[in-house]
């Protein structure tokens, strides 16, 4: 006796192709959205139809957009002269909630893992090499994560970008969150964070 509908069943299989998404979160996501309106679930299903049709990559950046260039590169107010290398678009939307950063930006769509089969060349480092003697950029802020991946990136890129004449390549530091207790932090963090000092 199958006690899960079919059907369900099948929309609990497709959540749990999403990433961080177990078998219990599937289910409360399938079960919501059958117990809201028909037309709520349609509309939703609509607009999952249509996002790889509305959505492209910007020639430019690599962020993903309605609109080539994207709104960002599109912006005059922002200096084209400093890129920050992100792995991926939710990195970017994380800088840009800051307010901060001014620049614009390159996204690379992955980080460096031969395990996993991603080289250099499944990554748009070549694309960020060639824009930054097209566009004259002097700063590179590589703001990938300090997992040994991202870390791996980063020095990669680094070490790509040397040959740059009068480019400046930076890294986003790493340090002690506001608010923790110094004798609580690990030891690479707290290294991290002596390296990344500034004056006070």
């Known amino acids: 006796m199958n006690v899960v509908p ?4 099948k929309l609990i299989d497709d959540f749990k192709r999403l990433p961080g998404i177990g ?3 599937a289910t409360r996501l399938a079960l919501h959205l059958l117990r809201c309106p028909a037309e709520e679930a349609r509309t939703m299903g609509r607009d999952l139809a249509g996002l790889h049709e509305a959505i492209k990559l910007c020639s430019n950046c690599f962020a993903f957009s309605e609109h080539d260039p994207c709104d960002i590169c599109g912006d005059n107010r922002r200096d084209p002269a400093m890129v920050c290398v992100v792995e ?4 970017l939307m994380a800088i840009e909630k800051t307010g901060v950063f001014s620049g614009k930006y390159h996204i690379l769509h992955g980080v460096l893992s ?3 089969g991603i080289g250099p060349d499944e990554l748009k480092i070549e694309a960020l090499i060639k824009r930054v003697h097209r566009q004259q950029v002097t700063e590179i802020l590589i703001a990938t994560s300090s997992t040994v991946p991202g ?4 020095a990669y890129l680094s070490n790509r970008l040397q040959g740059c004449s009068g ?7 790493c340090g002690i969150p506001i608010g923790m207790d110094i004798k609580y932090a690990d030891e690479l963090t707290l290294g991290r964070a002596i ?3 500034k004056k006070a």
Not at 88 to 91: K, L, W
Not at 167 to 173: E, S
């Open 167 to 173: 480019l400046k390549v930076t890294r986003l530091a």
């Open 23 to 25: 078998q219990k979160t």
């Open 151 to 154: 870390e791996a990136t980063a």
């Open 88 to 91: 991926e678009s939710g990195d």
């Open 114 to 116: 031969p395990m996993d």
């Open 195 to 197: 390296e990344a000092r």
């Open 6 to 9: 079919q059907a369900l069943e």
